[in-house]
């Protein structure tokens, strides 16, 4: 599929729905850490909403592509389904354990600037423009003005270069994905988020295994908050994702990115009474500044009708 990307106002509600739901993760997450292994959470939660989805698939009577893939499209999905969430979930797993919460999040944050040269050169309607580039430029600094110095500071663990690297690997992991997952032929929108989940699952179940060893068995509550992220921010989040790529193109689901941290600042004050740090205003002016920059045009065809 390598039409022009089709941004519409659905495509924009989306996105905004995915930075909320992706924003709130970071808590959620924390709560499940404190009763479930790192890996173990990441294998969960793709395994649960690959069950999931796969239910939600065989009732929708298991389409996939329009007309029989070829090997190298079997291929091609199933290193999508290992770049978007098996190698990257495990990369983020362990790197975070090394480096600071704020790398992390500026980590997360480049998917925008690593899509961007790639889709120019493999992308129809995604070249790169000045306008463009400066615009995602903007909204980075803006992630990086939220974060803060945090962004920079070092941990003293001398596994942190590495870790470091696993960050950034694991958002290349994401935006190649992305391109890759926009190249893919015609497809059905429920079966190719439920392949690429099984396909996560294969390979984070095992992962998980050799590293935790069995799987340990979780308190009631930590389960449900489990179940709630397999549900929520993995499957149902998944699919959006996918319908969002595939029209709408992988330069603009990118746009995520810039609003996750953004989310999490604000949700962690709105719930858990943290305080909102005093850059937040300023960080989100030039947020907006940046992705009115790179999306002026969908902007313009969505508001002139």
């Given at each position: 599929?390598?039409?022009?990307?089709?941004?519409?106002?659905?495509?924009?509600?989306?996105?905004g729905?995915?930075?909320?739901t992706w924003?709130?993760?970071?808590?959620?997450?924390?709560v499940?850490?404190?009763?479930?292994?790192?890996?173990?959470?990441?294998?969960?939660?793709?395994?649960?909403?690959?069950?999931?989805?796969?239910?939600?698939?065989?009732?929708?009577?298991?389409?996939?592509?329009?007309?029989?893939?070829?090997?190298?499209?079997?291929?091609t999905?199933?290193?999508?389904?290992?770049?978007?969430?098996?190698?990257?979930?495990?990369?983020?797993?362990?790197?975070?354990?090394?480096?600071?919460?704020?790398?992390?999040?500026?980590?997360?944050?480049?998917?925008a600037?690593?899509?961007?040269?790639?889709?120019?050169?493999?992308?129809?309607g995604?070249?790169?423009?000045?306008?463009?580039?400066?615009?995602?430029?903007?909204?980075?600094?803006?992630?990086?003005v939220?974060?803060?110095?945090?962004?920079?500071?070092?941990?003293?663990?001398?596994?942190?270069?590495?870790?470091?690297?696993?960050?950034?690997?694991?958002?290349?992991?994401?935006?190649?994905?992305?391109?890759?997952?926009?190249?893919?032929?015609?497809?059905?929108p429920?079966?190719?988020?439920?392949?690429?989940l099984l396909?996560?699952?294969?390979?984070?179940?095992?992962?998980?295994?050799?590293?935790?060893?069995?799987p340990?068995?979780?308190?009631?509550?930590?389960?449900?908050?489990?179940?709630?992220?397999?549900?929520?921010?993995?499957?149902?989040a998944?699919?959006?994702?996918?319908?969002v790529?595939?029209?709408?193109?992988?330069?603009?689901?990118?746009?995520?990115?810039?609003?996750?941290?953004?989310?999490?600042?604000?949700?962690?004050?709105?719930i858990l009474?943290?305080?909102?740090?005093?850059?937040?205003?300023?960080?989100?002016?030039?947020?907006?500044?940046?992705?009115?920059?790179?999306?002026y045009?969908?902007?313009?065809?969505?508001?002139?009708?």
């Open positions: 599929m390598t039409d022009a990307p089709h941004i519409t106002a659905t495509s924009w509600l989306i996105v729905i995915l930075g909320i924003g709130g993760t970071f808590m959620v997450t924390e499940a850490l404190t009763g479930i292994t790192p890996f173990w959470l990441a294998a969960s939660r793709v395994g649960f909403a690959a069950l999931l989805m796969t239910g939600v698939w065989a009732a929708s009577g298991f389409r996939l592509f329009s007309v029989p893939p070829t090997r190298n499209e079997k291929g999905l199933l290193i999508i389904g290992a770049l978007s969430s098996a190698v990257p979930f495990s990369l983020l797993c362990w790197g975070q354990q090394y480096v600071s919460s704020g790398f992390a999040g500026v980590s997360m944050a480049s998917v600037l690593v899509v961007l040269p790639i889709a120019h050169f493999t992308i129809p995604e070249r790169m423009t000045l306008r463009k580039s400066v615009g995602f430029a903007t909204g980075f600094v803006g992630v990086v939220l974060i803060g110095g945090q962004a920079f500071e070092t941990t003293g663990s001398t596994l942190e270069l590495p870790g470091r690297l696993a960050c950034i690997t694991a958002a290349s992991c994401y935006a190649i994905g992305s391109i890759l997952l926009r190249r893919l032929p015609a497809a059905n429920i079966g190719l988020s439920t392949v690429l396909t996560g699952a294969a390979l984070t179940i095992p992962v998980a295994w050799l590293i935790e060893g069995p340990p068995l979780p308190a009631p509550e930590i389960l449900a908050v489990m179940v709630f992220l397999g549900l929520v921010p993995t499957a149902a998944n699919f959006l994702r996918v319908l790529v595939r029209s709408a193109g992988p330069v603009f689901m990118s746009l995520v990115n810039y609003q996750v941290p953004v989310w999490s600042v604000v949700l962690g004050a709105l009474a943290e305080p909102l740090p005093r850059s937040l205003i300023v960080a989100m002016i030039l947020i907006l500044l940046g992705v009115g920059m790179t999306q045009d969908a902007l313009r065809r969505i508001f002139s009708r």
